[in-house]
């Protein structure tokens, strides 16, 4: 795809936005259904993913982690959006590749250390970029990607979450 068929199929859309913001606003939606061995299976668009404990936190290492998940979702929308924004720029990627590191200290979760936070303390993102562009113009690529990013952009304002008990 180039950035003149990017344009095309984004411009309806734009469109409809500007006139009714409205229709640009939707909600998403994650369902998971608890299984086995301490599982939740997360159905996804490509089928269901089984998460589990981390070997970290005793996990067996054969169901998929939710903090690598986490990673693997900015590390998508990342790539997508990196992507997208070198399409419109007219910037050439002969490769590219996205990555996400993330510390934390499990003894958080475990509740070994009341005084050791959950969750990751930093999140590290690396673009290795295999291009001719001039290093301005990719510098812009990464701030846009970063600018555009809904996950990194999630991550890096937290959004409010609020937390609902319903029962059968």
């Not at 640009?24 to 061995?37: D, I, M, P, V, Y």
């Not at 990196?82 to 934390?104: F, P």
């Not at 969750?119 to 001039?134: P, Q, V």
Request: net charge negative; hydrophobic share 35%; proline share 4%.
């Amino acid at each position: 795809m180039d950035s003149n068929e990017l344009r095309a199929m984004q411009a309806p859309l734009k469109k409809k936005y500007l006139e009714k913001p409205e229709e640009g606003e939707w909600t998403l939606h994650a369902e998971g259904t608890l299984g086995k061995n301490l599982a939740c299976h997360v159905e996804t668009h490509i089928g269901t993913v089984e998460s589990g404990l981390h070997p970290a936190t005793g996990g067996d290492g054969t169901q998929a982690c939710s903090g690598d998940m986490l990673l693997q979702a900015l590390v998508a929308c990342a790539g997508v959006t990196l992507n997208s924004v070198a399409t419109a720029m007219g910037i050439e990627l002969k490769d590219a590749k996205v990555r996400a590191d993330g510390d934390l200290d499990f003894r958080g979760t475990l509740g070994v250390s009341r005084d050791t936070p959950v969750g990751f303390k930093n999140i590290r993102m690396t673009f290795e970029l295999d291009s001719g562009a001039d290093p301005k113009k990719l510098k812009k690529l990464i701030d846009l990607t970063e600018r555009y990013c809904v996950v990194y952009q999630t991550l890096q304002n937290s959004p409010e979450i609020s937390v609902k008990l319903t029962r059968n």
